[in-house]
């Protein structure tokens, strides 16, 4: 079979999320700067965004997702045709997922701070974040996902969750698609044509980035402020 490789940072959250600084167009400047031939937009418990970018970039592989928040944790959704609702059960949100078209990839299983799915992985996911490249403890977040995968006979993929530019393309997946297509790269990695890589992004990236956003909140509340005298 005929394949093409896709080099893809699977989870990567945009200014629709709040919490991030990456604007549409740093998204694709970074991850074509950091080697990507695609990337996946996976905003918190948005949908919209994403397939907004994906339309709007039609020269660069866009994957429209989100990242769910459910009560046993986050789960990334690639590839959906409607947004999912937050605030199920991880059973009830990959069959939600399912039923709209995508794949559930359990994120970052066993990190801590980040609403970690832990006891919560089960068969019924597709694939599960092996390497999230801001997982804190990074190395021991990967065995016990690398083991879940085995048991449970998941996919394995691999993220950065990056909130920052230049954080884009640290956690990556290679897929081996029949086509460059939303549809065909989500088929290849529930067939388990995919491998995770990465490593952990560098504490200075992550300084920069809290940093920025400290301005960011200033700047906002200096406008604000500014706007009521
Ligand atoms: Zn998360
Ligand atoms: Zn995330």
Redesign the pocket.
Known sequence: MNTIQIRADLHVHTTYSNDSLITPKDLIYYAKKNGLNAVAVTD?DYLDGAIKIAKETPDFLVIPGM?I?SID??I?ALNINEPIPRGLTAKETVERIHTAGGIAIA??PYVYF???LQNAVCKEFDAIEVINARAVPFKKSIKKAQEAAKKFCLSQVAGT?AHYGPQIGYGYTTIDAKEPTVEAVAQAILQGYCQPHGQQVPVILNIQQQTQRLQRMVNKTASKLKNQL
């Open positions: 918190h990242e928040s944790g986050h990334v994120c970052h980040k609403g970690s969750d």
